[in-house]
């Protein structure tokens, strides 16, 4: 029966929970606060250009900075010391030759390990040591010096290493198959 009574109540007073709601002119309202008129971007800045002004420049500045350190990193050898670079290019293919060479013996019969093959490659540290002070300082005789020492060193190493290994056996050259037939 409480139900009966409960359900009664509601019928009686139906009028009580129905309620008008808001018209159809306060929805509008909401409507237009709720989205407001979308603005361009030279709207939005107009309170906070100097800020954007700010944060421009520093963007502007930093993509400079970085493009003159890539630029001053990027310049080479060639670049600064003209009359280096026969010297350059004929250490380079004689000292590239003599690592060929050396790369043709099995690692076994090198026994180098990984650091001291590392240090027989032509641009290692002290080359990359040397080839910094030179950018530096492009007009320094001892400097130039110091180059052509290196690489007549370089060489020396490794014509001693190769004599060695001619020693213990012979390099075993792979051949292409036209050199083989005649």
């Given at each position: 029966?409480?139900?009966k009574?409960?359900?009664d109540?509601?019928?009686?007073?139906?009028?009580?929970?129905e309620?008008?709601?808001?018209?159809?002119?306060?929805?509008?309202q909401?409507?237009?606060?709720?989205s407001?008129?979308?603005?361009?971007?030279?709207h939005m800045?107009g309170?906070?250009?100097?800020k954007a002004?700010?944060?421009?420049?520093l963007?502007?500045?930093s993509v400079?900075?970085f493009?003159?350190l890539?630029?001053?990193?990027?310049?080479?050898?060639e670049?600064?010391?003209?009359?280096?670079?026969?010297?350059?290019?004929?250490?380079?293919?004689?000292?590239?030759q003599?690592l060929?060479?050396?790369k043709?013996?099995?690692?076994?019969?090198?026994?180098?390990?990984?650091?001291a093959?590392?240090e027989?490659?032509?641009?290692?540290?002290?080359?990359?040591?040397?080839?910094a002070e030179?950018?530096?300082?492009?007009?320094?005789?001892?400097?130039?010096?110091?180059?052509?020492h290196?690489?007549?060193?370089?060489m020396?190493?490794?014509?001693k290493?190769?004599?060695?290994?001619?020693?213990k056996?012979?390099?075993?050259?792979?051949?292409?198959n036209y050199?083989?037939?005649i």
């Open positions: 029966m409480p139900e009574s409960f359900e109540f509601i019928s009686q007073h139906r009028p009580d929970f309620e008008q709601g808001p018209g159809p002119g306060i929805w509008a909401l409507e237009k606060e709720l407001p008129p979308k603005k361009g971007l030279v800045l309170r906070h250009w100097l002004a700010a944060v421009l420049v963007v502007v500045n400079m900075i493009q003159f890539q630029m001053k990193k990027a310049q080479h050898l670049n600064v010391s003209p009359e280096l670079q026969d010297a350059k290019m004929y250490y380079t293919s004689q000292i590239e003599r060929t060479a050396i043709a013996y099995p690692p076994s019969v090198v026994g180098l390990d990984s650091s093959r590392k027989l490659e032509l641009r290692n540290e002290t080359y990359q040591v040397l080839e030179l950018i530096q300082n492009p007009g320094n005789e001892r400097i130039k010096a110091a180059m052509i290196y690489y007549q060193l370089k020396d190493l490794l014509d290493i190769l004599d060695e290994l001619r020693e056996q012979p390099a075993t050259q792979k051949q292409p050199e083989r037939e």
